[in-house]
Nanobody, 125 residues
C-alpha cells in the first residue's frame, strides 16, 4: 500500500500564486496517472488537472486552463500543481489522487485508486 501527502496550500491574495506538491510514499506511482481535484464543503470533487504516467500529456478543467500547470517528477515520486492568477473562487481543499486508468476517469467511468488527505487553499479578495 502507498499513500499520498499534499503540501503547499495556504492563504494568498487575488492574483497571487501557489505551488502544491503531492509526494507519494510507500510505493512508486510512476505507472499511475496523477490527478488534482478540489472539493468544496457539501459538493462532489471537481476535476482540476491530470498528467499521464510519463508527464507527456496533461489535461485541465476549463476553469483553470491557462492559469494552472500540472507536472510530475517520477524520480522524486512527486506531482506538482502550479497555480497562478488565483481567484477567490479557487478557494477550497485540493486533493491529489492516483489512477491506473486515466481515460476511464476522464470519461467519468471510474474513480481514483488512491487519494491524499487534502490541503487548503484560500484566496482573499
Amino acid at each position: 500500500q502507498g499513500h499520498l501527502v499534499e503540501s503547499g496550500g495556504g492563504l494568498v491574495q487575488t492574483g497571487g500564486s501557489l505551488r502544491l506538491s503531492c509526494a507519494a510514499h510507500g510505493r512508486t506511482f510512476s505507472s499511475y496517472a496523477m490527478v488534482w481535484f478540489r472539493q468544496a464543503p457539501g459538493k462532489e470533487p471537481e476535476f482540476v488537472a491530470a498528467v499521464n504516467w510519463s508527464g507527456s500529456n496533461t489535461y485541465y478543467a476549463d476553469s483553470v486552463k491557462g492559469r494552472f500547470t500540472i507536472s510530475r517528477d517520477n524520480s522524486k515520486n512527486t506531482v506538482y500543481l502550479q497555480m497562478n492568477s488565483l481567484k477567490p473562487e479557487d478557494t477550497t481543499v485540493y486533493y491529489c489522487a492516483a489512477v491506473a486508468n486515466l481515460r476511464a476517469l476522464l470519461d467519468g467511468h471510474n474513480r481514483p485508486d488512491y487519494w491524499g488527505q487534502g490541503t487548503q487553499v484560500t484566496v482573499s479578495s
